[in-house]
């Protein structure tokens, strides 16, 4: 019933990144323009040049805005993400294989200590 649930979650994850896929790169492609504004606003000496970067700022921060109903696609990356993580510990798990953290000496030392006495 598990892996049902995950999978049915999975579908929706999936179909909700591929419907904001538009919107997603619509708003990268305005946070890198806003990017691109900012610096050529940094560098801008005269007083004309900087006003005519704000107002280049205005409007694709308006583009960016537009677009913000993107992050529900990255909220469904993440989700899709952690199905799939969770699908992968579900097969470790029925195998009967046991996460060992490899880093901790201690661990290991508990486990084949435990694994001596039986």
Do not use: H
């Not at 504004?37 to 960016?64: C, E, H, P, R």
């Not at 993440?78 to 201690?106: C, Q, R, S």
Request: net charge neutral.
């Amino acid at each position: 019933m598990k892996k049902f649930v995950l999978f049915v979650g999975g579908l929706v994850a999936l179909m909700v990144l591929l419907s904001t896929l538009g919107p997603m790169v619509f708003l990268a492609v305005s946070v890198l323009l806003l990017y691109v504004i900012f610096k050529q606003f940094a560098k801008s000496d005269s007083t004309i040049g900087k006003v005519g970067w704000v107002i280049a700022g205005l409007i694709v921060l308006g583009i960016a805005f537009s677009n913000i109903y993107a992050v529900i696609g990255v909220v469904a990356a993440y989700a899709l993400y952690l199905i799939i993580k969770n699908w992968k510990n579900d097969k470790t798990e029925a195998a009967g294989y046991e996460k060992v953290e490899e880093d901790d000496p201690f661990k290991n030392f508990e486990r084949q200590w435990a694994e001596l006495n039986n």
